[in-house]
């Protein structure tokens, strides 16, 4: 089992910036990544940016350049760093963990509003 707490959330003007954090308590050691998704209204649920064990990460094309995934293994958390904001990211960031090996389960956290004014 793993728990996941987010925050960070908020109201920014377009052209902010925002940073989320994501702590991660428990089997943390089957932490295969973790990463960010978001969904906005009426939307479906999309990956934003991923953070692997190894260290890799990989991004949706649309924050490519912007957002910047990054952890602290120290405190078992992964950050977003959201730069150059604009409305279209405006949405529900939800945290997300894949763990484990032959059988892989993925853990979400609350989610956190992100809402940018223009």
């Known amino acids: 089992q793993v728990q996941l707490v987010e925050s960070g959330g908020g109201l920014v003007q377009a052209g902010g910036s925002l940073r989320l954090s994501c702590a991660a308590s428990?089997?943390?050691?089957?932490?295969?990544?973790m990463g960010w998704y978001r969904q906005a209204p009426g939307g479906q649920r999309d990956l934003v940016a991923r953070?692997?064990?190894?260290?890799?990460?990989d991004y949706a094309d649309s924050v490519k350049g912007r957002f910047t995934i990054f952890r602290d293994n120290v405190k078992n958390t992964v950050y977003l760093q959201m730069n150059s904001l604009k409305p279209e990211d405006t949405a529900v960031y939800y945290c997300?963990?894949?763990?484990?090996?032959?059988?892989?389960?993925?853990?979400w956290g609350q989610g956190t509003q992100v809402t940018v004014s223009s």
């Open positions: 997300t963990c894949n763990t484990g090996t032959l059988t892989q389960r993925d853990y």
């Open positions: 428990g089997s943390i050691f089957s932490i295969n990544f």
């Open positions: 953070i692997f064990k190894s260290g890799g990460t």
